[in-house]
C-alpha cells in the first residue's frame, strides 16, 4: 500500500507558507498528501501585507475526522505545522484514531523565531505543543522554538555544539524520537541543521545567503517530510531540504518585489533530482 500523509496546518491563500507550499512539495516528492486546514487566511500575517482575514476551522476536525472514520480513511503518516493551542487535543485524537500501524509524526512547531512566539500565541502555548512533541518522531524546531519549549532562555550566536547537544537532548528526553534541529550556525557564513536520533548529533550546513525570507520554515520542514517518506534517512532527508531551501532563495533573490515568500516552484527539478 501507497503512502499517505495527512498535513494539519493554515492556508494563506496568498503567500508562499503553510499548505500552498506542504502540498505542492510532498506531492512532488512522489507522496500522496491529504490536508487538514487549521484556519484560512487571505494572506499571511508577515512583514509586506497590511491587514489579513481569518477564519479559524477548529469545529470542523472533528467533524472531518468521524467521516474519515466512517469512509475508513487512514494515514501512513502525518505532518504538523501551524496550528492554535485549542487545535491540538483534536490533532491528538487523530493521531489515535486514524492512523495506519507504524504511522510517522512529524511535528513541526509553528511558533516562534527570532527569540519571540508569533502574534496570537501565549506564553503557554508552548506547554501545549509539547503534548505533540511527546508524539513526535521527528521534530522540526528552530532554536527559538526549541528553548521556548524547554523553558531555556534562548541565545542568538556565540553558542557551541555542547549547547545546540543539550538542546537536542533535552528535546528528545520530552518525548521526540529524533531532534532535526534548524538555523544552527558555528560561523558567521554557514547556516545548517542538527540531527539528533538519541545516540549521536550530526550535522549539515549550507552557504548562509545574505537575505531573510518569508516562509524558508515550511519550505524546509515539507522537502524534509518528503524525502524521509520516500525512504531517505534522517540525515540525507534534512541535507536535502536544507539544500533545497537555498535553491529556492537564489530563485528568489533576482526579484526584489518578492516580499511574500521563496519561489520554491522554480526549485522542483533541484529537489526531483536530488530524490532519485
Request: aromatic share 10%; charged share 25%; glycine share 6%.
Amino acid at each position: 500500500m501507497d503512502q499517505r500523509l495527512l498535513t494539519i496546518q493554515d492556508i494563506s491563500c496568498v503567500g508562499q507558507c503553510s499548505l500552498t507550499v506542504a502540498l505542492p512539495i510532498t506531492s512532488a516528492c512522489g507522496i500522496e498528501t491529504a490536508i487538514l486546514p487549521s484556519s484560512v487566511l487571505s494572506n499571511h500575517t508577515g512583514k509586506g501585507f497590511g491587514a489579513w482575514t481569518f477564519r479559524d476551522l477548529t469545529d470542523e476536525m472533528p467533524k472531518i475526522l468521524e467521516q474519515w472514520l466512517k469512509e475508513k480513511i487512514d494515514f501512513s503518516a502525518f505532518y504538523t505545522g501551524y496550528v492554535s493551542k485549542a487545535q491540538i487535543p483534536h490533532i491528538l485524537e487523530i493521531f489515535k484514531k486514524s492512523a495506519r500501524a507504524d504511522a510517522l509524526k512529524i511535528i513541526d512547531p509553528a511558533m516562534a523565531d527570532n527569540g519571540k512566539l508569533y502574534a496570537g500565541f501565549d506564553s503557554d502555548f508552548p506547554k501545549e505543543m509539547a503534548r505533540l512533541v511527546k508524539e513526535a518522531d521527528y521534530i522540526l524546531p528552530n532554536l527559538t522554538e526549541a528553548t521556548l519549549l524547554l523553558n531555556e532562555p534562548f541565545i542568538e550566536s556565540g553558542y557551541d555544539k555542547n549547547y545546540i547537544e543539550r538542546i537536542a537532548r533535552g528535546l528528545h528526553e520530552m518525548g521526540a524520537k529524533n531532534v532535526v534541529l534548524t538555523g544552527v550556525s558555528f560561523e558567521a557564513d554557514k547556516l545548517g541543521v542538527a540531527v539528533f536520533d538519541g545516540n549521536k548529533t550530526e550535522y549539515y550546513f549550507t552557504e548562509r545567503l545574505a537575505a531573510s525570507m518569508h516562509g524558508t520554515g515550511d519550505v524546509y520542514a515539507a522537502a524534509f517530510t518528503g524525502a524521509l517518506l520516500r525512504g531517505k534517512p534522517a540525515l540525507e532527508a534534512a541535507t536535502i531540504a536544507a539544500d533545497f531551501v537555498v535553491e529556492s532563495m537564489k530563485q528568489t533573490l533576482p526579484d526584489p518585489e518578492h516580499f511574500y515568500g521563496v519561489k520554491f516552484e522554480k526549485a522542483i527539478p533541484f529537489l526531483v533530482e536530488r530524490l532519485k
